[in-house]
């Protein structure tokens, strides 16, 4: 084969490489939200109540067991699950059943969901019931927020003043 | 007894294999496969010349790579700001205002990352498809799978440390795909909810694994190719030269830029992705996590079992006769997988002080250190003609046997006996043509002192059929031949063998044409004696010692 034919071989090869590098570390652009939506972080992690009481432990009852594990009181560890529920402009789009995570489910439940929606103004409301033995939705909240394109809206759960946030 | 029952189980066993539907299949589709690599390497081959032909340094262009991104990286990091709100900036700087060197730098460490990747699949696809990952292979194989893992994570992290819009959409996807997982107690994503939960130190974690995981991966590379003799880990200068002008080319054409900086208040819209890395992000926008999970877990599970699936016959591995072993290391200098060691001896031999000894999981029956063995030579007489180290199924007995048989058989006019290496173009269909065939697992296990055998018994010719020049079924086969015929490599071809009657001929399955083309050359020019088929070519394709 002539000197030239093989050079010009080796550079197709060489510009073959160069386009399909240059192409495919960039192209086809990719649309994680679309330019007209705005993103909603609805997530929270909170401890249910114990689903057993604690129990005082006899005098009697405490001289059964081994010196190191005696105490006062008996705690079983599981906790409950809690009920969550999300919905926007009166539309339920969430709504669960969120168990404890760990082995015994003594762990707070996480939550954790993402929502895509049309940007513009919205009503939310939120609620959350972390004892399953009892009827209602004790956690609770609304409001009316005007969402920008591309916003990322974040609903957590402050454990401490025990109340939904919206940021 | 345990032998003829051993021996009477394989047939049916190869039988019920090779009728398996899933093999079929297998087959089918590594057929389709290694025809398309053929026909492009056979093109690539032309060009470059099978010395610098890239699909022949796959591997060794991977490395290559690899100490690209090293030495990129390293200037990178000089100029780069390791905290949440400096990263972004540092970036911007050596890309805009020192975009002759510092600009260049990051886009070469970004496109040799990406052909990283491509050289990797490739090298992988090019393994599977001709059937070069079980056997001696498996452990290169099964390494293998974890290093496109660490490339991957290690490529992933550099984009997340530009911290702009890809990045923060690589960092929340990639923490709430790995929260999927039952076994995580709170969601990692929640680190990203706002710009104030973003802390310094998470940064500065992911930037240490960033330059962490090079180390390992270079190690775990190094293990990688621990079994293989001569492993090509280095490409020829030529073609690293080729592929760091292309890299600098594209550099300046399309240079790497950031996307705004990242910011969790504002969600990512429409990013400029790389495919090469980033793939199984969109794959997350259409599938469940879950969904992803089962694919790239069970997909890498998959990759790692196929060297047992199905499972096949393993042929008996090579055998050592100590009394005729002197220790010459020939043998141990020729396996292409470093299945042959040297160790004392513990018979008190009167002369030799070490033996050679086959590790058992290592040996691939290639039969490559029969024809090491100065010992494997057909003229010697006695009872039992053996070889010091054998196969036991083929042994050089047999295999003597076999060539009387063939040279017997011979009906053309041209008397030539080919020998052929069975995983290359196929020597049955040349029956027409009147030679005698025989054929061998690789052209490297032919011992040399049989050619001058066949031609001293009746044979006019003997022409050898073996892989493409660098791209030997069995690794180094068909260049330890081709060395011994040549007299660079021990046993060499004796000096009185006519060399115009040897012929030596190298392409791959798909050139049957090429190899009957060459073939009834040669019968020809043994007819015209003073006609000169060709000398070595080229190309290094065929050659007529």
């Not at chain 1, 649309?31 to 114990?50: E, M, Q, W």
């Not at chain 2, 066993?13 to 899933?22: C, E």
């Not at chain 2, 460490?109 to 001709?130: E, G, K, P, Q």
């Not at chain 2, 010459?328 to 060691?341: F, G, H």
Request: aromatic share 12%.
């Amino acid at each position: 084969m002539k000197h030239y034919v093989r050079y010009l071989g080796q550079g197709f090869c060489y510009l073959l490489f160069i386009a399909f590098l240059g192409y495919f570390s960039g192209s086809p652009s990719y649309t994680h939200v679309p330019a007209d939506k705005a993103l909603i972080k609805f997530s929270f992690t909170h401890p249910g109540k114990r689903l057993v009481a604690c129990v005082t432990q006899t005098r009697a009852q405490l001289q059964k067991l081994s010196p190191q594990l005696r105490y006062g009181k008996k705690c079983p560890r599981e906790r409950s699950p809690l009920l969550v529920e999300f919905a926007m402009d009166g539309k339920v789009i969430y709504n669960a059943k969120v168990q404890p995570r760990g082995l015994s489910k003594d762990l707070p439940s996480p939550v954790y969901q993402r929502f895509i929606v049309p940007a513009g103004e919205h009503r939310f409301r939120v609620r959350m019931q972390d004892d399953i033995r009892k009827p209602g939705y004790p956690y609770f909240a609304k409001k009316k927020i005007k969402l920008k394109k591309l916003q990322t809206l974040v609903i957590d759960f402050n454990n401490v003043r025990k109340q939904f946030v919206f940021e | 007894m345990s032998t003829l029952c051993a021996s009477a189980l394989e047939k049916p066993l190869m039988s019920i294999v090779k009728n398996n539907f899933i093999y079929r299949i297998l087959k089918s589709i590594q057929g389709v496969g290694q025809w398309m690599f053929q026909q492009t390497e056979g093109l690539t081959n032309a060009w470059f010349g099978p010395k610098n032909n890239p699909f022949y340094y796959l591997g060794g262009l991977t490395f290559y790579f690899l100490y690209v991104l090293v030495i990129t990286g390293i200037y990178i990091l000089i100029f780069y700001d390791t905290s949440v709100e400096g990263a972004y900036a540092s970036v911007e700087y050596i890309t805009h205002d020192q975009w002759y060197l510092g600009g260049i730098m990051r886009s070469i460490h970004r496109y040799a990352s990406d052909a990283m990747i491509l050289t990797m699949i490739l090298h992988m696809l090019r393994r599977f498809y001709n059937d070069r990952y079980n056997g001696g292979r498996t452990f290169s194989w099964v390494t293998g799978v974890p290093l496109l893992w660490m490339v991957f994570i290690t490529g992933i992290l550099g984009y997340w440390l530009v911290w702009d819009q890809l990045g923060q959409f690589i960092a929340v996807r990639t923490f709430e795909w790995i929260d999927w997982l039952p076994v995580i107690a709170e969601p990692t994503a929640r680190n990203f909810l706002t710009n104030e939960g973003m802390t310094n130190t998470l940064f500065r974690l992911l930037v240490v694994t960033h330059l962490a995981l090079p180390l390992f991966l270079l190690g775990a590379m190094l293990v990688h190719t621990n079994r293989l003799h001569l492993p090509k880990v280095n490409p020829p200068r030529q073609l690293a030269v080729g592929v760091t002008l292309a890299l600098l080319i594209l550099s300046l054409l399309h240079p790497a830029l950031s996307h705004a900086p990242a910011d969790l208040r504002i969600a990512p819209s429409t990013l400029t992705f790389d495919w090469f890395y980033l793939g199984i992000y969109a794959l997350m926008g259409v599938w469940s996590m879950k969904m992803v999970w089962i694919i790239i877990g069970g997909g890498s599970l998959l990759i790692m079992l196929l060297p047992w699936l199905p499972p096949r016959k393993r042929d008996p591995v090579a055998v050592v006769e100590d009394h005729l072993c002197s220790g010459c290391n020939l043998c141990v200098e020729d396996c292409p997988y470093e299945a042959i060691r040297l160790e004392p001896r513990t018979d008190n031999h009167k002369h030799f002080v070490m033996v050679a000894a086959v590790v058992s999981g290592k040996c691939v029956s290639c039969g490559i250190c029969l024809a090491s063995c100065p010992v494997s030579t057909p003229f010697r007489s006695g009872p039992a003609l053996k070889s010091a180290i054998e196969m036991p199924d083929r042994g050089l007995q047999a295999m003597k046997t076999e060539m009387v048989e063939a040279l017997a058989s011979i009906k053309c006019d041209s008397k030539v006996l080919l020998f052929g290496c069975e995983n290359t173009a196929s020597i049955d269909k040349l029956q027409q043509l009147g030679v005698a065939r025989m054929s061998l697992r690789c052209s490297g296990m032919l011992p040399v002192s049989f050619i001058d055998y066949a031609l001293r018994n009746g044979a006019d010719g003997v022409f050898i059929s073996a892989c493409r020049t660098g791209d030997c079924y069995h690794r180094l086969g068909n260049r330890w031949a081709r060395q011994r015929l040549s007299g660079e490599r021990k046993p060499e071809l004796r000096g009185r063998v006519p060399r115009q009657r040897v012929c030596f001929h190298q392409g791959a399955a798909a050139d049957f044409d090429k190899l009957a083309q060459h073939l009834q050359q040669f019968c020809q020019s043994l007819k015209r004696p003073q006609t000169v088929v060709a000398n070595v070519l080229k190309d290094g394709e065929q050659s007529l010692l």
